[in-house]
T-cell receptor, first 113, second 110 residues
Framework: DTGVSQNPRHKITKRGQNVTFRCDPI?????LYWYRQTLGQGPEFLTY????????KSRLLSDRFSAERPKGSFSTLEIQRTEQGDSAMYLCASIPPGKNIQYFGAGTRLSVL | KQEVTQIPAALSVPEGENLVLNCSFTDSAIYNLQWFRQDPGKGLTSLLL?????REQTSGRLNASLDKSSGRSTLYIAASQPGDSATYLC?????????FGTGTSLTVIP
C-alpha cells in the first residue's frame, strides 16, 4: 500500500526542544496539507504546498513552526522551542492533480512535557 | 470564513439501528464535501465524497446527501454495527482550503 506515510507516529519531547515530523505523500500527488488536531476538535489547517511551493500558511503557524517540501515530494514540519500547547496530533494529507479529494496519513502524536 | 458544524457531538445507539449524522456549513460556495471516519488516535479514513453538483453518494450501508443551497449534508448509516463506533467528520472544500467540523462521536452498543 503506497498511502500517505507519516513518521514518527509518536513523539514525546521536553518543553523547549525542537522536533521535526515527516510526511511522504502518495506518489504524484501535487498538493500536500498539514493540519493540527487537538482532542475533541476537527483538524485545523496549518499550511499547504503545491509541488515545492508553500502557498498558504494559517495564523496558527507561529514563527516557531516551519514547513518545507524541497523537491515537491516529501514534506517536513519543524517546531522549534516546543511548548506544552503544541501537544496535538499533526496530520498530513495529499491530493492528486485536478481533484479536491484528501488522503490522510495516520498522523504524528506530539506530547510536550 | 467558512464555518462547519456537526450535530450531535455524540450519539449512542443500539446495534441494528439506522442513524443520521448532520453537517452544516455557512458558505454554500463549496467545491465538494467529504465525510471521514476517525478511530481513536488514528488518522482520517475517507468514506464518501460528494461534488457540489451532486445530491447524494452511496457506499454500502452509507448514504450521504448534500443540499448546497441550505448548507447541509447528512450521513445515513443503515443497520449500524459495533464496528461503526468511531468519530465521523465532515469537511467542505472552498478553493484550496478545507474546513472541518468538530465531529460526531458514535457508539454502537452490541
Amino acid at each position: 500500500d503506497t498511502g500517505v506515510s507519516q513518521n514518527p507516529r509518536h513523539k514525546i519531547t521536553k518543553r523547549g526542544q525542537n522536533v521535526t515530523f515527516r510526511c511522504d505523500p502518495i506518489s504524484e500527488h501535487n498538493r500536500l496539507y498539514w493540519y493540527r488536531q487537538t482532542l475533541g476538535q476537527g483538524p485545523e489547517f496549518l499550511t499547504y504546498f503545491q509541488n515545492e511551493a508553500q502557498l498558504e500558511k494559517s495564523r496558527l503557524l507561529s514563527d516557531r513552526f516551519s514547513a518545507e517540501r524541497p523537491k515537491g515530494s516529501f514534506s517536513t514540519l519543524e517546531i522549534q522551542r516546543t511548548e506544552q500547547g503544541d501537544s496535538a496530533m499533526y496530520l498530513c494529507a495529499s491530493i492528486p492533480p485536478g481533484k479536491n479529494i484528501q488522503y490522510f496519513g495516520a498522523g504524528t502524536r506530539l506530547s510536550v512535557l | 470564513k467558512q464555518e462547519v458544524t456537526q450535530i450531535p457531538a455524540a450519539l449512542s445507539v443500539p446495534e441494528g439501528e439506522n442513524l443520521v449524522l448532520n453537517c452544516s456549513f455557512t458558505d454554500s460556495a463549496i467545491y465538494n464535501l467529504q465525510w471521514f471516519r476517525q478511530d481513536p488516535g488514528k488518522g482520517l479514513t475517507s468514506l464518501l465524497l460528494i461534488q457540489s453538483s451532486q445530491r447524494e453518494q452511496t457506499s454500502g450501508r452509507l448514504n450521504a446527501s448534500l443540499d448546497k443551497s441550505s448548507g447541509r449534508s447528512t450521513l445515513y448509516i443503515a443497520a449500524s454495527q459495533p464496528g461503526d463506533s468511531a468519530t465521523y467528520l465532515c469537511a467542505v472544500s472552498s478553493g484550496n482550503q478545507f474546513y472541518f467540523g468538530t465531529g460526531t462521536s458514535l457508539t454502537v452498543i452490541p
